[in-house]
T-cell receptor, first 115, second 111 residues
């Protein structure tokens, strides 16, 4: 299996809702990522998990809460979001070896709309 | 801090022509340089990557060249086809798991 999968594909939520985005990979990768992408902009790194531990948090607001239940799964819990948080949320995974950064494979993304 | 500049922001070519996109980076510790293609509404897909111990890499119609001294690298697409139309992002990575992306180039291949 050489794919990263994400659910749901689309999500519409109100500012008081709580929802979760899910990501899964079965490539044996030990690093997983959350990115946020606005239209016509590059992906913007939010979080990195390495060996199931949070290794990078790019000063993301606490209304975004990541979770890595095991080496294949990555969740992003959403609470009290703002309309400006509407974006495409991309998950990615990579090997995490001694050479440092490795090829990142992206999932199809979740298109989030906050009303 | 780390910075990656990408040019041009838009590029229109005729089918069959070549397209070149250039990126310049600031972090001398960068050693990994991937290129991603993103079609409208789709995920970024890796099309080619290069590490700092290599100056050039080619895969059919796509090639990447790296000049570590000048801190720039380029994507070359030959014999362009309409299905090459997309946004292309360069990126740089180093000792950590972090990739720094360029601002993207919208490539339009006119039939």
């Amino acid at each position: 299996d050489t794919e990263v999968t994400q659910t749901p594909k689309h999500l519409v939520m109100g500012m008081t809702n709580k929802k979760s985005l899910k990501c899964e990979q079965h490539m044996g990768h030990r690093a997983m990522y959350w990115y946020k992408q606005k239209a016509k902009k590059p992906p913007e790194l939010m979080f990195v998990y390495s060996y199931e531990k949070l290794s990078i948090n790019e000063s993301v607001p606490s209304r975004f809460s990541p979770e890595c239940p095991n080496s294949s799964l990555l969740n992003l819990h959403l609470h009290a979001l703002q309309p400006e948080d509407s974006a495409l949320y991309l998950c990615a995974s990579s090997q995490d070896g001694p050479a440092g950064v490795d090829t990142q494979y992206f999932g199809p993304g979740t298109r989030l709309t906050v009303l | 801090g780390e910075n990656v500049e990408q040019h041009p922001s838009t590029l229109s070519v005729q089918e069959g022509d070549s397209a070149v996109i250039k990126c310049t980076y600031s972090d001398s510790a960068s050693n990994y340089f991937p290129w991603y293609k993103q079609e409208l509404g789709k995920r970024p897909q890796l099309i080619i990557d290069i590490r700092s111990n290599v100056g050039e890499k080619k895969d059919q119609r796509i090639a990447v060249t790296l000049n570590k001294t000048a801190k720039h690298f380029s994507l070359h697409i030959t014999e362009t086809q309409p299905e090459d139309s997309a946004v292309y992002f360069c990126a740089c990575g180093g000792a950590t798991n972090k990739l720094i992306f360029g601002t993207g180039t919208l490539l339009a291949v006119q039939p």
